[in-house]
Every structure is written in C-alpha cells, then in structure tokens.
C-alpha cells in the first residue's frame, strides 16, 4: 500500500497530465486501504481476509465543463491515458454555471489540526483471532443464548491524499479497529438474534472483548418470547443505537444540494422554532480520534466545528463548492468524496448533546409507551417529512421496561417529531452519529 507522500506525488503527476491535455482547472484525490480481519463461528476459525486497494480519481475542468475518471493502475502510461481521455469527457461536456474547484483564497492554507487518527499499533492474525474468540466465547456464556452467527474482530489503515491545480496538497492517514459478535437466544420458532460490535480509530480506545460479546448475548436473550404492541399515540422512546437515525434524516434535509432541488422538508425554515426548547446538535470534524475526522474536506476547504441546532432554531445549511454557489451563500466545508464523480455532502462527527435527565427519569411518567432498539424499512419521505418505519423493542407501563415486542410501526412526522425530542444523559461518544436516549411523545404506532 502506498504511503501518504506517495498518494500526494501520484495526484500531482496526474494534475501535470491533466494540464497538458487542456485542463484549465483540475483535481485528484488518491486513496489507499488495507484491512484484515478474522472470524470464528462456534468456537472455530471460520474466516481469514486480507485486502488491498489503491486509487486515484481525477476531476478535470475545461471552463464551465467538466468530467471525472479513476483508475487504479499508478503507471505513468495510464495517468497519461487517463487524463486525456477525461479532458476530452469534459470537452464533450454540458456546461454548468456552478462547477469549479475552490478558489485559492478559499483553501486550507494554516496548519491543520491534529486529529490523532492513526493508530501505530497494528494487531496480527494470532492476536485478531484471539479477540473475536473472546468476544465470541462471552456472547455464547450468557445464559439463553443458543446459536452464533460468529464473532469479528478487524484491523485497517488507509491514507487520503487531494491536491488542486492551484496549490493546494493535503491528506492524512487513519486506521480502524473493530470487534462484534451476533449471536442467537431461544428455539425453533422463538428464536431471536442480536448483535453488538465497536470500531474505534485506537485499539487503546476498545473497550475489553468480552464485554461487546456479553453485551451481544444479552441483547438476544433480553428480545426472547416477544408480545405484540396496541394501536394508539404515544410516547415512543429511542435507544441511542437508533435514535442517531433521526439526526441522519435532519442531516440530509440541510444537505445543500437537497435544498438547491427544492426536495427538503426543511426548505425556507432557517427562522423558524424546529426543535424543542433546549436541544443542541454539534458537527465536530476536529474530534482527536473521531470517526468522521478530517482537517480539510473532499475539496480542500479548512473544517471547523459548528452548532447545527441551537436555540431551537437551524445554523444553516451543509454544502459543497456547487451547492453554495447555487444557494448563494458561503460554502461550509462539507464537500466528501468518495471514488469519482463530483463532489458530495457529508457532516462528520455529529452528536445531540445530553440533559441532566436519566434514562429512567425520562420515561418515568410513561404510563404507556415504547422503547424502541430496532427499526426496519425505509418509509421516510425526505420532501414532506412522513416518517413510518417498522420497530422493535420493550414495552414501557407505568414508568417501566416491560417485556419485548415486535413487529410494529412508528408513524408521525419528522417536524413534529423534531420538536417534541427530549434527551437523557446517556450519550456515548462512539459513533459517527451520536445521541443519548431520545423520547418523543405522541407518535403513532400500529400494532395489533
């Protein structure tokens, strides 16, 4: 696997190609990944993978046109093949008002933050092999548990490399490490799975094996012999394993590029009330060892951290390069890339910000209601805000966690829903998205 300086050397060569092809303005983005990873099932080695991979895409502009290429072969034959026929693609190209790299004076130009993404260690196959036992070996020592689909554990590293035509060349490397385990409670037709699992940039930062495992174990045991929900409004409370879903859906509603589409429930609301009285969301791209960290985005803008949610009102929106100059505002520097093509958006470390409310507080007055840990389908309209998925979890009677469910749905509507969250004091900062128990009254849900 190339190393950052090399995927940096490799952009430009590739820039240099593009120039000589009739590129008037050009980008390219080199990528490389490595990963292991090994399973075992019922207390046995059931899977060893090893993979690599390295590429290089190229955004070339020629005026107002443009097109994007990549490959993965680094040869100097190839970039120059490449370049030329991407430079021709944008020739051929419709033109459009809003494309462009970033100005220079827009570009990340200080010192980048440090992000302490990379991890120095790096696990062998023996020392893998022994985590996914552990964790495989504690989720099968909880009592009901019948059955493993196996337990995980991963190591990765990967480095990213942008350099512009005008000046600028970036990139970082980060590694990854993960462990899970997916086990089965009960028999016959009262079987019932469920999962547990962890990634964190540093093995440091992993809580111990058998704790995901037993934490697996138990969430299977806990769903055994579930009841079924009534029909009816009322509070429904979201564990912060799905409760981040719901800011994943406010995150795409103030995606620039929804907005430019006009297909965003959250469209022309920048002054309103949204959320309820108290309720914070923070986009953190600078969190040490987070997740989504990054010092500069997919087009060289500098990041920083910002409120989205404060004083129950919307900041503003996320974009890219295309997406401001189409809404004609700031850019943000939420520009991701992934492989080719132009440019996304994406937030990156995202958390609601905890009350001084327990969990067992927050639902404390619920004479009827649900907790949620499980959702399924896709029922969200993105335009009108319609929210209806299917669910699982406990029942919640006077006050308590009762005994299992299934097979219900939670209806409402997000702008509802958004203002009516409240918060506990539970969150955990482990996830891309993360939140703390989330309850929201008056939803829908139908069940039997």
């Given at each position: 696997?190339i190393?950052?300086?090399a995927?940096?050397?490799?952009c430009?060569?590739?820039?240099?190609a593009?120039?000589?092809h009739?590129?008037?303005s050009?980008?390219?983005?080199?990528?490389?990944?490595s990963?292991?990873?090994v399973s075992?099932?019922?207390?046995?080695?059931?899977?060893v993978?090893?993979?690599?991979?390295?590429?290089?895409?190229?955004?070339?502009?020629?005026?107002?046109?443009?097109?994007?290429?990549?490959?993965?072969?680094?040869?100097?034959?190839?970039f120059?093949?490449l370049?030329q026929?991407?430079?021709?693609?944008?020739?051929a190209?419709p033109?459009?008002?809003?494309?462009?790299?970033?100005?220079?004076?827009?570009?990340?130009?200080d010192?980048?933050?440090?992000l302490?993404?990379e991890?120095?260690?790096?696990?062998?196959?023996?020392?893998?092999?022994?985590?996914?036992?552990?964790?495989?070996?504690?989720?099968?020592?909880v009592?009901?548990?019948?059955?493993s689909?196996?337990?995980?554990?991963?190591?990765g590293?990967?480095?990213a490399?942008?350099?512009?035509?005008?000046?600028?060349?970036?990139?970082y490397?980060a590694?990854?490490?993960?462990?899970?385990?997916?086990?089965?409670?009960?028999?016959?037709?009262?079987?019932?799975?469920?999962?547990a699992?962890?990634?964190?940039r540093h093995?440091?930062?992993?809580?111990?094996p058998?704790?995901?495992?037993?934490?697996?174990?138990?969430?299977a045991?806990a769903?055994?012999n579930?009841?079924?929900?009534p029909s009816?409004?009322?509070?429904?409370?979201f564990?912060?394993?799905?409760?981040?879903?719901?800011?994943?859906?406010?995150?795409?509603a103030?995606?620039?590029s929804?907005l430019?589409?006009?297909?965003?429930?959250?469209?022309?609301?920048?002054?309103e009330d949204?959320?309820?009285?108290?309720i914070?969301?923070?986009?953190?791209?600078h969190?040490?060892?987070?997740?989504?960290?990054?010092?500069?985005?997919?087009?060289g803008l500098p990041?920083?951290p910002?409120?989205?949610?404060?004083?129950?009102?919307l900041?503003?929106w996320?974009?890219?390069?295309s997406?401001a100059?189409?809404?004609?505002i700031?850019?943000?520097?939420?520009?991701?890339?992934?492989?080719?093509?132009?440019?996304?958006?994406?937030a990156?470390?995202?958390?609601?910000e905890?009350?001084?409310?327990s969990?067992?507080?927050?639902?404390?007055?619920i004479?009827d209601?649900?907790?949620?840990?499980?959702l399924?389908?896709?029922?969200?309209n993105?335009v009108?805000?319609?929210?209806?998925?299917?669910a699982s979890?406990?029942?919640?009677?006077?006050?308590e966690?009762?005994?299992?469910?299934?097979?219900?749905?939670?209806?409402?509507?997000?702008?509802?829903?958004?203002?009516?969250?409240?918060?506990?004091d539970?969150?955990?900062?482990h996830?891309a998205?993360?939140?703390?128990t989330l309850?929201?009254?008056?939803m829908?849900?139908?069940?039997?």
């Amino acid at each position: 696997m190339i190393d950052l300086p090399a995927a940096q050397d490799r952009c430009i060569q590739l820039l240099d190609a593009a120039s000589r092809h009739g590129a008037t303005s050009a980008d390219a983005v080199a990528s490389a990944a490595s990963s292991e990873s090994v399973s075992v099932r019922l207390g046995k080695l059931e899977d060893v993978e090893r993979s690599e991979g390295e590429e290089i895409s190229l955004r070339v502009f020629v005026g107002k046109r443009s097109a994007s290429i990549s490959t993965s072969d680094f040869s100097a034959a190839a970039f120059e093949e490449l370049a030329q026929r991407a430079a021709a693609m944008a020739r051929a190209a419709p033109e459009d008002p809003y494309a462009g790299i970033a100005p220079a004076e827009l570009l990340a130009r200080d010192t980048l933050p440090i992000l302490d993404l990379e991890d120095a260690a790096e696990p062998d196959p023996r020392s893998l092999r022994t985590m996914a036992e552990e964790t495989e070996d504690a989720a099968r020592a909880v009592t009901g548990v019948t059955n493993s689909e196996g337990g995980t554990a991963s190591f990765g590293r990967s480095v990213a490399a942008l350099v512009t035509s005008n000046g600028f060349i970036g990139g970082y490397g980060a590694t990854s490490h993960s462990i899970s385990a997916s086990v089965i409670a009960g028999e016959g037709s009262n079987m019932q799975r469920d999962y547990a699992y962890r990634t964190m940039r540093h093995a440091a930062d992993l809580p111990p094996p058998a704790e995901i495992g037993r934490r697996a174990g138990s969430r299977a045991v806990a769903r055994l012999n579930p009841g079924g929900m009534p029909s009816g409004t009322m509070p429904v409370v979201f564990d912060p394993r799905v409760g981040g879903t719901l800011i994943g859906h406010l995150l795409g509603a103030i995606s620039g590029s929804a907005l430019a589409r006009r297909s965003s429930f959250l469209l022309d609301r920048l002054d309103e009330d949204i959320f309820a009285p108290g309720i914070r969301i923070r986009d953190n791209p600078h969190l040490a060892r987070g997740l989504r960290s990054r010092p500069f985005d997919g087009e060289g803008l500098p990041t920083s951290p910002r409120e989205l949610v404060e004083g129950r009102k919307l900041t503003g929106w996320l974009t890219n390069l295309s997406a401001a100059r189409q809404l004609g505002i700031t850019p943000t520097g939420h520009a991701a890339r992934g492989g080719s093509g132009a440019p996304g958006i994406s937030a990156s470390n995202v958390h609601l910000e905890a009350s001084s409310v327990s969990r067992s507080e927050l639902i404390a007055d619920i004479a009827d209601g649900v907790l949620v840990t499980e959702l399924s389908g896709q029922g969200v309209n993105p335009v009108t805000g319609d929210y209806s998925r299917g669910a699982s979890g406990f029942r919640i009677v006077n006050g308590e966690v009762a005994g299992p469910v299934a097979e219900f749905t939670i209806a409402g509507n997000l702008l509802a829903m958004m203002a009516a969250i409240s918060a506990a004091d539970d969150l955990e900062m482990h996830r891309a998205i993360n939140v703390p128990t989330l309850r929201i009254d008056g939803m829908v849900v139908a069940g039997e």
